[in-house]
């Protein structure tokens, strides 16, 4: 299934939004079919393919609960919920790159799902200089969700203490963001909260070594 004309409507808003501020987001942006879908297969999914959350890569990856309490579940072509995601995403990519220039390259994303008391400290995506992750995108699949649900997203600027942003968790919510600019963090969630974090990378390859990483 390819994009239709409202998601390239969406994709030139998310772009122009992301030049303007260097963040975006957008309630309801989803289509719903594909959000029901994802709804329903994360959900569905048993436990065992979920593992908990660490910070780091590969040889510096670590289980860290102080910092982060979540679980996750990587997202690939292998299911036709995964597969109409990753199309997604790719028609995104194709439109920021048409629009912004910005050379992104492969797209990685998963599943995540908070436990009531699980949250995410105060983090960034990227570290300046790395040229890995350029640009995250999260999107919620939480129908019903309620403010004394918690969960809420904040959104800070690269530096100061007071949010930017604060986002309620809704179905359908898409949040996109420049991934070394904006740290955040997850609120503790009052009860189950799904969604899909993913992002964006560059293509950093030299002689030495291959991009992306698995």
Not at 85 to 102: E, I, M, S, Y
Not at 116 to 128: I, M, T
Not at 159 to 174: A, D
């Amino acid at each position: 299934m390819g994009n239709t004309a409202s998601d390239s409507r969406l994709f030139d808003q998310i772009a122009d939004e992301v030049y303007q501020h260097g963040i975006c987001v957008l309630r309801n942006a989803l289509p719903e079919t594909l959000s029901a879908a994802l709804a329903a297969e994360v959900r569905g999914l048993p436990e065992h393919r979920f593992s908990r959350a660490g910070i780091g890569r590969q040889a510096d990856h670590q289980n860290i609960e102080a910092i982060r309490r979540d679980e996750i579940c990587w997202i690939d072509s292998s299911t036709a919920a995964g597969q109409a995601w990753l199309v997604w995403a790719d028609g995104l990519k194709q439109a920021l790159n048409r629009r912004l220039f910005l050379g992104l390259f492969s797209f990685e994303s998963h599943y995540a799902h908070y436990c009531p008391g699980d949250y995410y400290k105060v983090h960034l995506d990227a570290f300046r200089g790395q040229q890995n992750r350029v640009l995250t995108v999260v999107t919620y699949l939480n129908p019903d969700w309620s403010d004394s649900d918690g969960g809420e997203l904040l959104v800070y600027p690269e530096k100061g203490r007071t949010p930017l942003l604060k986002v309620q968790p809704e179905y359908g919510t898409v949040v996109i963001f420049l991934s070394e600019e904006f740290p955040h963090e997850v609120l503790p969630t009052m009860t189950d909260r799904y969604s899909i974090a993913g992002w964006y990378r560059i293509n950093s390859s030299d002689s030495n070594r291959v991009d992306p990483e698995s």
